[in-house]
């Protein structure tokens, strides 16, 4: 395709979105109304994404040992444990530290009653503390160490715990909001399409008449078509350019006016250098695909050029 034959249909394509202004306007506040949506969620979803992350990551299995195991078979049991494919960390907790560390939960008020449980009196077992790499692979860790147990003729561990039952469910509905995630997006992508779609449709319908004409003169059919081309991909770009920017100043300003608060909630939000750059060119690339893409098919299916 000839540089000046180029230039050609992107001066129409912009033409047609002038002629058709009132038409384009409508078109392009749907389309921003359905990208700031889309917008607002993939940040919701990058946060609760985030915060999920955030809870199986401190997700960890405890292995509280038999009372008076030696150090050397300690020593031995946690390099057995250490060298399992799933774990990334073993820590040895003693019954002293287990004691200070029960202490501390207990908070200032309680603390007292563990008073006159120090040294040889410390009624807990020494444990260890194991996290794994993949939070999904922790029912497995935990089999594998029952396992190690089972192969030793002392028995030395006697119990592995990590939060059965608890962790499947926390698993299952964090899995679940990213399928949801999936689904709106991809539901909200489908609605903005079929917008540009009716948007091109009504301007072939519009122009039917001009288009009949230059088939008469002779045009070719892609002569025709481009610039309606240009026009959803041009419809899709500007309106998903000013969503982008207003999602993101809108986003900036709630991270900006609720850190704060949040902060003391241990909740931290995704940071705009952490999200906008992803959630820009999504939504750019996304506008302008489905522009494309929804000129396409009405070109189709109401030209039939």
């Known amino acids: 395709m000839k540089l000046r034959t180029i230039f050609r249909h992107l001066r129409e394509g912009a033409k047609n979105i002038i002629r058709n202004g009132w038409m384009s306007f409508a078109s392009m506040s749907s389309i921003f109304i359905s990208l700031f949506i889309l917008g607002i969620f993939l940040l919701v979803a990058l946060n609760i994404n985030q915060m999920a992350a955030q809870i199986e990551s401190q997700v960890q299995i405890r292995v509280f040992l038999q009372l008076n195991v030696e150090q050397e078979k300690i020593t031995e049991l946690q390099n057995k444990i250490g060298n399992l494919t799933e774990v990334k960390k073993v820590t040895f907790v003693s019954k002293a530290e287990g ?24 009624p807990l077992p020494d ?78 319908i519009a122009r039917r008449r001009e288009i009949g004409i230059m088939k008469l003169v002779g045009a070719t059919n892609s002569f025709i078509r481009w610039p309606f081309f240009i026009e959803g991909a041009l419809i899709g770009i500007i309106s998903s350019v000013i969503t982008t920017i207003a999602v993101l100043l809108g986003y900036s300003q709630l991270v900006k006016f ?23 060119a999504l939504l750019i690339v996304l506008g302008t695909l489905i522009g494309v893409w929804g000129s396409t098919i009405s070109i189709r299916k109401y030209l039939k050029v």
């Open 258 to 280: 609720t850190q704060m608060e949040l902060s003391l909630m241990m909740i931290k939000l995704v940071t705009i250098e952490e999200s906008g750059m992803m959630t820009a």
């Open 99 to 122: 004691l200070e560390l029960l202490r501390k939960n207990l908070g200032d008020e309680n603390k007292d009653l563990l008073d006159g449980y120090e040294k040889e009196k410390n």
């Open 127 to 204: 444990s260890f503390t194991v996290e794994v790499y993949d939070p999904q692979s922790i029912e497995s860790a935990a089999k594998q160490i029952e396992a190690v147990n089972k192969a030793d003729d002392l028995i030395p561990i006697s119990k592995v715990k990590y939060g059965q039952g608890t962790v499947e469910t926390l698993f299952k509905i964090t899995n679940a909001v990213r399928y949801i995630g999936v689904v709106v997006v991809i539901a909200l992508t489908v609605t903005a399409m079929f917008l540009i779609s009716n948007t091109i449709k009504m301007t072939i």
